[in-house]
């Protein structure tokens, strides 16, 4: 059978960790496991970074920041870590973690150690060879959406997680937040910034009710069973979660869902499968989703305009390093068209308000 589940390569350019330390602390923390170290890094993500580590026949998945990252509050290691910590034993699909260290001599910032989750993980492109019918392309539709809403149902108070975050005011304080991010990573003038900025701090709806929200669910930051791919066995990068608004987390999942209808310019920049034959659409991945967690769904098209200003955010953040030179990562260079290209389509929300 064909291996297609996610695997490591070597460590980026500018992204190498100090192997002698690493060895040390690790030798030091898991003593009888006689090495050697070997690291390999994986090979997506712009933001926190996630490096496959081996001592002797014992392998660990490392997560640390980015490289030239000042912002402290978007790469908590320690919140990450507490997070997975508690969650891991009420909604398995959340990493098990091993252990946090804040000293930074070691690596030069802080950074944790979890359990590898071997499976399966889909990106832009399916893995070659992949068997993607439209009846896996539903069935891993739906499975997407259906762990959203269990997610969003759980007791995060009996996890131990209401200090997580403040729901009380969590979307006016947000859309400040990212509108005063934009402008502290500007580099281009876009004249859509102002129009949206105005329309979304004008429009703010009643909250939706408060959950654990990951703020970053989609296709590539969960784990499929190499088995069978419309079972999901793991959701990744937790860096973003918090106690919120569970429709602006909804909202950022469908902000990276690209439909077969959209435009051109969108579909080059879709961050998966989302337009295989037989997946859902957006309308009916939050049709789903208020069956299953039984929410009114009406205001979408609100959290998706903000959604889609939020991801523009956040890659503009990204390109903002990569055009200091704190960061050399090649992929960057290109991010500005697609912080335009996103929010055009934050301002089709607006104009259209629709999903």
């Given at each position: 059978m064909p291996d297609f589940r996610d695997h490591a390569a070597a460590v980026r350019s500018g992204e190498e960790l100090d192997h002698a330390r690493l060895e040390s602390f690790l030798k030091e923390k898991f003593p009888g496991i006689p090495g050697p170290l070997s690291v390999q890094q994986f090979p997506s993500g712009h933001s926190n970074l996630t490096y496959l580590v081996?001592?002797?026949?014992?392998?660990?998945?490392?997560?640390?920041?980015?490289?030239?990252?000042?912002?402290?509050?978007?790469?908590?290691?320690?919140?990450?870590?507490?997070?997975?910590s508690k969650l891991h034993s009420t909604y398995p699909p959340a990493p098990k973690v091993l252990l946090f260290c804040e000293d930074d001599s070691i690596l030069g910032a802080p950074f944790y150690l979890m359990e590898p989750i071997h499976g399966v993980i889909i990106r832009r492109q399916l893995p070659e060879g992949i068997d993607f019918t439209p009846q896996i392309a539903r069935g891993l539709s739906e499975s997407f959406i259906d762990n959203l809403a269990r997610l969003h149902?759980?007791?995060?108070?009996?996890?131990?997680?209401?200090?997580?975050?403040?729901?009380?005011?969590?979307?006016?304080?947000?859309?400040?937040?990212?509108?005063?991010?934009?402008?502290?990573?500007?580099?281009?003038?876009?004249?859509?910034?102002?129009?949206?900025?105005?329309?979304?701090?004008?429009?703010?709806p009643p909250a939706s009710g408060a959950a654990l929200i990951h703020n970053?669910?989609?296709?590539d930051n969960i784990v499929l069973d190499s088995a069978d791919i419309t079972k999901i066995i793991g959701v990744l990068d937790w860096e973003?979660?918090?106690?919120?608004?569970?429709?602006?987390?909804?909202?950022?999942?469908?902000?990276?869902?690209?439909?077969?209808?959209?435009?051109?310019?969108?579909?080059?920049?879709?961050?998966?499968?989302?337009?295989?034959?037989?997946?859902?659409?957006?309308?009916?991945?939050?049709?789903?989703?208020?069956?299953?967690?039984?929410?009114?769904?009406?205001?979408?098209p609100y959290y998706l305009a903000f959604a889609r200003f939020k991801v523009a955010v956040i890659i503009?953040?990204?390109?903002?390093?990569?055009?200091?030179?704190?960061?050399?990562?090649p992929?960057?260079?290109?991010?500005?068209?697609?912080?335009?290209?996103?929010?055009?389509?934050?301002?089709?929300?607006?104009e259209e308000r629709a999903i």
């Open positions: 081996r001592l002797g026949e014992r392998e660990m998945v490392l997560r640390r920041p980015p490289f030239g990252s000042k912002v402290k509050t978007a790469h908590d290691m320690g919140r990450e870590f507490r997070v997975l149902g759980l007791d995060y108070a009996a996890i131990g997680l209401s200090d997580l975050g403040k729901p009380q005011g969590y979307l006016e304080r947000q859309v400040r937040g990212w509108i005063e991010r934009y402008h502290g990573s500007r580099t281009h003038d876009i004249s859509e910034v102002s129009r949206i900025s105005t329309w979304l701090a004008g429009n703010i970053d669910y989609k296709y973003m979660s918090t106690i919120g608004d569970p429709l602006s987390d909804l909202g950022s999942t469908l902000a990276y869902w690209v439909d077969p209808g959209d435009p051109e310019e969108m579909q080059k920049i879709r961050w998966g499968p989302s337009t295989a034959p037989g997946s859902l659409t957006r309308a009916q991945l939050a049709e789903r989703y208020a069956q299953a967690s039984g929410r009114d769904v009406s205001p979408m503009q953040q990204i390109y903002y390093r990569y055009a200091q030179g704190l960061t050399k990562d992929r960057f260079a290109r991010m500005p068209e697609i912080v335009a290209v996103m929010l055009r389509a934050s301002m089709r929300c607006i």
